[in-house]
């Protein structure tokens, strides 16, 4: 047989089909892939810059001398340094559409499954960026005058601002969720577009108005709920509570506050704005438990090394069989359950075929993944309200 010939895989609802990526070859979707690849790369390079500049500037009053205007204006460090989560949550607020432009290049058929993808990338993203670069920029910034002046402190400089970033970071967490809050609850941008859909697009019957043209959405018609975003500040989130529940004691409290927060936001929101689709068929939360793995471990090295830099060596020994355990664990849960997760148990299958039984009418199926051009009615018969009433014929 011919390899990559033809792929099988579960299908998706028929509103979710991307249409456009049927169809496509092999070698069209590794060049894709590969073109994604690259791109989200390039991407975590360049969004490097200022997420570097904002991280320093959350520690103003320590590199004043590198900027004449806060030496100039003094009273001015403390609006930078409340500044700087707000200006990164604003910065970091662009990344789902950049996302979104970069995973089409991946061809997923389906918008569930492009919702999964975009997911990775952007938590992956938050992970590096917004919580390594973050840390690592702004501990550097401080370590750089301690440096010349005494290398050998550098150590134990870096062993003591590291746990100094929780403020940061839990000024990051509460400004992500307050602005989601108020974003959310408030429909702002949603509130815009249907705005703007009444006065752009085709509008002169009920049924078009209530269409949603290029971006722009009626209130009608929502937008579904951006799983990807915000599973990516939840990965976020708990990469920020596990590394600093030990670190900063305030971690925990800060962080349930804020999960209780969109906790009953979201609730309210998913009963009465979003719709149900798309649905990822569970691929989204096997991605999440990967997250959880990789957070957890890097919360265990970061606590094993600032013990190493604080020279608690008893402490270390202590520490390793923690560490060694949750590897483990790791190895064991990747051997089958992500594979028992991906598909539905034979027997759960017979069990819902038998249930269902010989009389179960497939009409909810048939020509259901026909492609839109096909399954279009042959015969265009004119929209009786775009009539007048002495035009339209009483059949």
Wanted: charged share 15%; with cysteine; aromatic share 14%.
């Amino acid at each position: 047989g011919v390899p990559f010939a033809m792929r099988i895989l579960e299908a998706p609802d028929p509103d979710e089909i991307n249409w456009e990526h049927i169809g496509r070859t092999h070698q069209d979707l590794q060049a894709g892939k590969v073109t994604a690849i690259a791109l989200t790369v390039a991407l975590c390079l360049v969004w490097t810059i200022p997420t570097t500049f904002l991280a320093s500037l959350s520690n103003a009053s320590e590199v004043r001398e590198d900027f004449d205007l806060l030496q100039k204006y003094p009273n001015l460090i403390v609006v930078v340094e409340q500044l700087a989560p707000l200006l990164l949550v604003a910065l970091n607020s662009t990344l789902p559409v950049i996302f979104l432009f970069i995973t089409k290049f991946e061809g997923n058929i389906s918008s569930g499954t492009n919702e999964a993808s975009r997911f990775v990338k952007l938590g992956w993203f938050m992970v590096i960026q917004t919580f390594f670069v973050s840390a690592i920029s702004g501990s550097v910034t401080q370590a750089i005058s301690a440096m010349l002046d005494d290398p050998s402190s550098a150590v134990e400089f870096l062993a003591t601002t590291l746990p100094s970033q929780g403020t940061y970071f839990m000024q990051l967490v509460i400004v992500y969720t307050v602005r989601t809050a108020a974003f959310e609850l408030l429909r702002v941008f949603p509130l815009m577009f249907a705005a703007l859909r009444r006065f752009v697009g085709p509008r002169f019957t009920e049924s078009e108005r209530n269409k949603r043209f290029l971006f722009l959405r009626p209130l009608s018609d929502p937008l579904f709920f951006q799983q990807a975003f915000f599973g990516s500040q939840v990965v976020l989130f708990i990469t920020i509570l596990f590394v600093y529940a030990v670190i900063y004691p305030l971690a925990p409290v800060i962080t349930a506050i804020c999960f209780l927060c969109m906790g009953s936001m979201y609730r309210h929101q998913f009963c009465y704005i979003y719709p149900t689709n798309p649905d990822s068929g569970g691929k989204l939360y096997a991605n999440f438990i990967q997250f959880m793995l990789a957070t957890i471990v890097i919360a265990q090295l970061t606590i094993v090394g600032l013990l190493s830099l604080n020279k608690a060596p008893t402490q270390v020994i202590l520490f390793v069989p923690l560490l060694c355990i949750t590897t483990l664990f790791i190895f064991y849960i990747h051997q089958m359950h992500f594979r028992v997760a991906a598909y539905l148990p034979t027997y759960e299958c017979l069990a819902e075929d038998f249930a269902r039984g010989d009389d179960f009418d497939f009409s909810i199926v048939r020509e259901a993944y026909l492609q839109p051009a096909l399954a279009a009615e042959k015969d265009v018969q004119p929209d009786p309200a775009l009539l007048s009433e002495d035009l339209v014929i009483n059949t």
